[in-house]
C-alpha cells in the first residue's frame, strides 16, 4: 500500500464553514465537532501565533502593543493569508489529534458569491497550505440550503438568505444552480456598526464591538413592538471627557439604529425576486423564503422580510450551523451532489 493511501485511510474528510465570525468544521460520519471564532491572536514582535478561537477573541480590544487580536477573513473574504492558514492548519490538526500520521483531508469549503478568481484561488491555497489533500469549493448559499434540508435538485425556486456577520447573501436555487443572487457586505456586523454609530452621537458614547454585539442579541430587534420598553446598560468612554460613562438605550432606540442596514438588505431581496423568472416567483411565493446564519437570530427579523415582501419566511433549524452541515451532506454524498461544487469536472471520488 503506498504512503498515499495510508495517509488517506486515517485522515478525517471535512467539510468547513469559514466564517467571518465563526469557522466550524464537519467530519464525515460525525458532524460537527469544531465551531470556534474566526480570530488568531499574534505576537508582532516573534510573529508567533499565541492564540486561536474563543481564546483569541476574548482579547479582541484588551491586547499590549505587541499583541494583535485580528480577524483574518474581512467580509468573508480572506484578508490575511498567512493568518487564515495557520489557523486552518490548527483546526484541522485539532480534528485529527487522535491520529498519528500527519493528516492529509479532502477538504469542502464554502465561498461567498461574486468573489473574484483570485479570491478563490487564496481559499483553496490558503486549505492546501493547512494539510488538505483536496480542496473543493462550494457557494455559500447552496451549502446553507442543502444544510437546510431544501430539495435544490428538484425543478422549483428555492430562496435562501444567509444572514451571517459579513455578508448577507440571497440566492435563489434551481435544478441545483443558482438562477439570481446578490451578495451585500451588509451584515451582522454592519448592525453592530450601527450601534457603535448611534451612542456615539445620542450618547457622546464610545463603544466596542463587543459591547454593541451583546445589546443587538439582547434587545435588538427587527421591528417596533413589545421589544421597545426593554433596557441594557452599556459602558464606554464619554467622548467629551474621555473617562468612562455608562447610559441606558432601550430596544426602540436599537431599532432605530439598526433599521437603514435592515432596509438595505430588504432592498436588495425583493430585487433579487424581481429579477427571477415568473415560473419560480411562483413557486417562491407558496414555498418561502429561508433564513440562515447568525443574522436571523434577530428578534422579528422574519416577521419584517414577510410584511415587506408578502410572501412566508422561516427560519431553518439552527441556522447557525446550516453552511457547516451543507458542505457535511455534500460530502456524505458526493456521488448525486457533486454538481453544486464550483469545479465539478475536477473532482476526484
Same mark, same amino acid.
Given at each position: 500500500?503506498?504512503?498515499?493511501?495510508?495517509?488517506?485511510?486515517?485522515?478525517?474528510?471535512?467539510?468547513?464553514?469559514?466564517?467571518?465570525?465563526?469557522?466550524?468544521?464537519?467530519?464525515?460520519?460525525?458532524?460537527?465537532?469544531?465551531?470556534?471564532?474566526?480570530?488568531? +491572536?499574534?505576537?508582532?514582535?516573534?510573529?508567533?501565533?499565541?492564540?486561536?478561537?474563543e481564546e483569541a477573541k476574548k482579547m479582541l480590544g484588551k491586547t499590549p502593543s505587541h499583541i494583535s487580536a485580528i480577524r483574518p477573513l474581512v467580509g468573508?473574504?480572506?484578508?490575511?493569508?498567512?493568518?487564515?492558514?495557520?489557523?486552518?492548519?490548527? #483546526?484541522?490538526?485539532?480534528?485529527?489529534?487522535?491520529?498519528? #500520521?500527519?493528516?492529509?483531508? =479532502?477538504?469542502?469549503?464554502?465561498?461567498?458569491?461574486?468573489?473574484?478568481?483570485?479570491?478563490? =484561488?487564496?481559499?483553496?491555497?490558503?486549505? #492546501?497550505h493547512a494539510g488538505a489533500r483536496e480542496v473543493f469549493l462550494i457557494e455559500e448559499p447552496m451549502a446553507a440550503a442543502i444544510g437546510a434540508r431544501l430539495?435544490?435538485?428538484?425543478?422549483?425556486?428555492?430562496?435562501?438568505?444567509?444572514?451571517?456577520?459579513?455578508?448577507?447573501?440571497?440566492?435563489?436555487?434551481?435544478?441545483?444552480?443558482?438562477?439570481?443572487?446578490?451578495? /451585500?457586505?451588509?451584515?451582522?456586523?454592519? #448592525?453592530?456598526?450601527?450601534?457603535?454609530?448611534?451612542?456615539?452621537?445620542?450618547?457622546?458614547?464610545?463603544?466596542?464591538? =463587543?459591547?454593541?454585539?451583546?445589546?443587538?442579541?439582547?434587545?435588538?430587534?427587527?421591528?417596533?413592538?413589545?421589544?421597545?420598553? /426593554?433596557? +441594557?446598560?452599556?459602558?464606554?468612554?464619554?467622548?467629551?471627557?474621555?473617562?468612562?460613562?455608562?447610559?441606558?438605550?432601550?430596544?426602540?432606540?436599537?431599532?432605530? +439604529?439598526?433599521?437603514?442596514?435592515?432596509?438595505?438588505? /430588504?432592498?436588495?431581496?425583493?430585487?433579487?425576486?424581481?429579477?427571477?423568472?415568473?415560473?419560480?416567483?411562483?413557486?417562491?411565493?407558496?414555498?418561502?423564503?429561508?433564513?440562515?446564519?447568525?443574522?436571523?437570530?434577530?428578534?422579528?427579523?422574519?416577521?419584517?422580510?414577510?410584511?415587506?415582501?408578502?410572501?412566508?419566511?422561516?427560519?431553518?433549524?439552527?441556522?447557525?450551523?446550516?453552511? +457547516?452541515?451543507?458542505?457535511?451532506?455534500?460530502?456524505?454524498? /458526493?456521488?448525486?451532489?457533486?454538481?453544486?461544487?464550483?469545479?465539478?469536472?475536477?473532482?476526484?471520488?
Amino acid at each position: 500500500m503506498a504512503i498515499s493511501d495510508i495517509y488517506r485511510r486515517f485522515s478525517k474528510d471535512i467539510g468547513i464553514d469559514l466564517g467571518t465570525a465563526n469557522t466550524l468544521i464537519y467530519v464525515k460520519d460525525k458532524g460537527i465537532v469544531i465551531n470556534e471564532p474566526s480570530v488568531v +491572536a499574534v505576537n508582532t514582535k516573534t510573529d508567533q501565533i499565541i492564540a486561536i478561537g474563543e481564546e483569541a477573541k476574548k482579547m479582541l480590544g484588551k491586547t499590549p502593543s505587541h499583541i494583535s487580536a485580528i480577524r483574518p477573513l474581512v467580509g468573508g473574504v480572506i484578508s490575511d493569508f498567512e493568518v487564515t492558514e495557520k489557523m486552518l492548519k490548527y #483546526l484541522i490538526h485539532k480534528v485529527h489529534q487522535d491520529t498519528f #500520521l500527519k493528516p492529509r483531508p =479532502k477538504v469542502i469549503i464554502s465561498i461567498h458569491l461574486g468573489v473574484t478568481e483570485v479570491e478563490k =484561488k487564496a481559499v483553496e491555497d490558503a486549505t #492546501l497550505h493547512a494539510g488538505a489533500r483536496e480542496v473543493f469549493l462550494i457557494e455559500e448559499p447552496m451549502a446553507a440550503a442543502i444544510g437546510a434540508r431544501l430539495p435544490i435538485q428538484d425543478a422549483s425556486g428555492n430562496v435562501v438568505v444567509d444572514f451571517g456577520a459579513g455578508t448577507t447573501e440571497i440566492a435563489v436555487i434551481s435544478l441545483g444552480g443558482i438562477v439570481a443572487w446578490k451578495s /451585500l457586505k451588509v451584515a451582522g456586523n454592519e #448592525l453592530d456598526k450601527n450601534i457603535i454609530q448611534y451612542a456615539r452621537d445620542e450618547f457622546n458614547l464610545l463603544l466596542g464591538e =463587543k459591547t454593541a454585539e451583546e445589546v443587538k442579541k439582547k434587545i435588538g430587534s427587527a421591528i417596533t413592538g413589545e421589544e421597545d420598553d /426593554l433596557e +441594557a446598560t452599556i459602558r464606554g468612554r464619554d467622548l467629551i471627557s474621555g473617562l468612562p460613562k455608562e447610559v441606558s438605550i432601550t430596544g426602540h432606540q436599537v431599532t432605530e +439604529a439598526i433599521s437603514r442596514s435592515l432596509k438595505v438588505i /430588504l432592498d436588495n431581496i425583493k430585487i433579487t425576486i424581481e429579477s427571477t423568472p415568473p415560473e419560480l416567483v411562483s413557486d417562491i411565493y407558496l414555498k418561502g423564503i429561508v433564513l440562515t446564519g447568525g443574522g436571523s437570530l434577530l428578534k422579528n427579523i422574519d416577521q419584517l422580510i414577510h410584511e415587506q415582501t408578502q410572501i412566508p419566511v422561516h427560519i431553518a433549524d439552527d441556522p447557525l450551523t446550516c453552511v +457547516a452541515r451543507g458542505t457535511g451532506l455534500v460530502l456524505e454524498d /458526493l456521488e448525486s451532489l457533486k454538481n453544486v461544487l464550483i469545479s465539478p469536472s475536477e473532482i476526484n471520488i
